[in-house]
């Protein structure tokens, strides 16, 4: 099992910045890719970004590239998303996610790939 607990989220205006964090416990945190996923009111959750367990390997919906930045501390067990430039259509709960991965560059993009999901972080944009 992966306990996940995401925080950091919260207020900000339009061009405003916030970093998400997201917690992990459990078994072995570098063996896991992780993902970041949102979902916005009345619409379905959909992919942000991922990275490899070894942190050499990155993807970004095209939305979010540019101005949000993925990253892993391995040995605090926690993963990141920077997000600047922050727009209103960014507005949603974001979710972290752990997919078990032996491939040091594989990301994965799928949601239904991930095998542990965080209980969510609400992000607001105001514009």
């Known amino acids: 099992q992966v306990q996940l607990v995401e925080s950091g989220g919260g207020l900000v205006q339009a061009g405003g910045s916030l970093r998400l964090s997201c917690a992990a416990t459990?078994?072995?945190?570098?063996?896991?890719?992780m993902g970041w996923f949102r979902q916005a009111p009345g619409k379905e959750r959909e992919f942000v970004a991922a990275i490899s367990w070894s942190g050499s390997s990155t993807y970004y919906t095209d939305s979010v590239k540019g101005r949000f930045t993925i990253s892993r501390d391995n040995a605090k067990t926690t993963v990141y998303l920077q997000m600047n430039s922050l727009k209103p259509e960014d507005t949603a709960v974001y979710y972290c996610a752990a997919a078990y991965s032996v491939a040091r560059f594989k990301v994965v993009v799928g949601l239904g790939e991930y095998d542990y999901w965080g209980q969510g972080t609400q992000v607001t944009v105001s514009s």
């Open positions: 459990g078994r072995t945190f570098s063996t896991y890719a």
